[in-house]
């Protein structure tokens, strides 16, 4: 038979003496909640707090400065791309009325027209295409349209050759293939030219709009931080009875300084952006209109002979261009009577062109617009204002460019110094922070 063994006895735990009291179990364990309001308990417990908001508020305050700067420094940057792209965009147009115009012109001519003649029309239709393909890659938001405007210019092309062909050969149906060809143009091309000019305006507008949104944060982030920093610094004061903590006066300090000369720089930039938009800028738009209206008044002088007796759609159309050329150099002010002048002059060529016309002298009103006649002729009048306002656009446009250039690269560093100037003011904080908790330990 086989003993089974018995279980040793439980231990029982010897009860506590009569009168003692049993350890309370650890507060902070047993409470996490009242741990972390015994860590901000007292004075010390304060010290950590304004610690802590202070630090954050400083790293805020390089966050915002960043932000801002990037914000600027974008928007500057957007603007001078897009202000490219409108000028390229108004570049096409030009381009195209200026084709238009000596398709028109030189058809007056008959049979071969003058070399020069051909080969600008040539040129400007190439330069049209180059600034589309070019322009497509510098925006994607236009390649449809662009796309878009390169098919209407290859139906353009083809009706132009097929009224060259005809006119060559004394035909008549080559006028109706011109007027085919400028209703493509008016009808087709150039709303999409207008179209794409509209939007990059609104994103030009927009980005102006923009550079000045910078300085609000730069400015909001910095007198945020300075008020919660004089709030310790006083509090500190009153605590501790010394005047002041270097270290965080120093972080103080800093945060003072980031943000008056973030400030001023960024009012700077905004102000020269601003002054840019209404000088440069709008004498680039009032130019290249200016040039975009002259042609068109140009073709429809042309488009009115051809007609012979039935231009008076093309004659309206002139007076409605003229008064565009009229309207936009009267934007330049008074630095331009030259230029104002060359295109007077031009007006009184084209009147006595329609003179000779309404008169019945059609072959010498032709031979004026296309100036066969000796002297001062509509062709050479025209070709002075013509000069004249290219190279002021360019002047312009360059100005323009560089005056958002130096606006952009005359901002001080604080872009990318932001964070890591806030994080110095936090540290700063700590450290003068640490000092006075050191002296309650």
């Known amino acids: ?40 308990e007292g004075t010390p417990g304060r010290m950590r707090a304004f610690l802590i908001l202070a630090a954050a508020m400083s790293v805020v305050f390089g966050l915002a400065a960043a932000q801002g700067f990037s914000q600027s420094e974008g928007a500057l940057d957007r603007a001078q791309a897009n202000t490219a792209q409108l000028v390229r965009i ?34 400007s239709l190439a330069a049209a295409a180059g600034l589309i393909a070019e322009a497509a890659t510098a925006q994607p938001a236009d390649r449809d349209v662009l796309g878009a405007l390169n098919k209407t210019l290859i139906t353009y ?14 035909l008549p149906i080559g006028s109706q293939y011109l007027k085919d060809a400028n209703s493509v143009l008016q009808d087709d091309s150039l709303p999409l030219v207008k179209a794409l000019v509209e939007a990059n305006e609104k994103r030009v507008d927009t980005e102006f709009d923009g550079i000045s949104k910078g300085t609000i944060w730069v400015l909001v982030g910095g007198l945020l931080s300075l008020v919660i920093f004089a ?8 605590r501790t009875h010394r005047y002041l903590n270097v270290p965080i006066a120093a ?12 400030g001023v720089a960024l009012a700077g930039a905004s102000s020269s952006a601003k002054d840019t938009r209404s000088a440069e800028y709008d004498r680039t738009l009032a130019l290249s209109r200016a040039r975009i209206a002259a042609y068109d008044a140009r073709s429809n002088e042309s488009l009115t002979l051809i007609a012979r007796g039935s231009g008076t759609a093309f004659d309206k159309a002139y007076q409605a261009a003229d008064a565009q050329v009229g309207e936009q150099l009267g ?18 060529e084209h009147a006595r062109v329609r003179k000779d016309d309404n008169d019945g002298k059609w072959d010498d009103a032709v031979n004026r617009a296309v100036g066969k006649t000796d002297g001062d ?16 656009l360019q002047t312009a446009s360059t100005a323009a460019q560089t005056k958002l250039t130096d606006a952009r690269d005359g901002l001080p560093p604080i872009g990318w110094l932001g964070v890591p100037i806030g994080i110095l003011a936090a540290l ?5 922070m640490s000092q006075r908790l050191e002296e309650y330990r």
């Open 1 to 40: 038979m086989t003993q089974t063994q018995s279980a040793p006895p439980a231990t029982v735990p010897a009860a506590p003496p009569p009168g003692a009291t049993q350890p309370a179990p650890n507060a902070r364990t047993a409470n996490p909640r009242g741990a972390v309001a015994q860590w901000f």
């Open 90 to 123: 108004q570049a096409i147009h030009t381009n195209l009325v200026s084709a238009n115009a000596d398709a028109t012109n030189a058809f007056l001519v008959g049979g071969l027209e003058p070399p020069d003649q051909r080969a600008h029309f040539v040129n």
């Open 157 to 170: 092309g083809g009706l132009i050759e097929q009224a060259r062909a005809n006119n060559r050969q004394g």
């Open 231 to 238: 709030i310790t610094l006083r509090w500190l004061a009153r």
């Open 251 to 262: 972080g103080a300090a800093i945060v003072l300084l980031t943000t008056v000369i973030g």
């Open 331 to 348: 934007k330049l002010g008074g630095r331009d009577t030259a230029l104002l002048s060359a295109w007077r002059q031009y007006q009184a």
């Open 377 to 392: 002729n509509s062709v050479n009048m025209f070709d002075v204002f013509d000069k004249d306002s290219a190279s002021r």
């Open 428 to 432: 700063l904080v700590a450290w003068g």
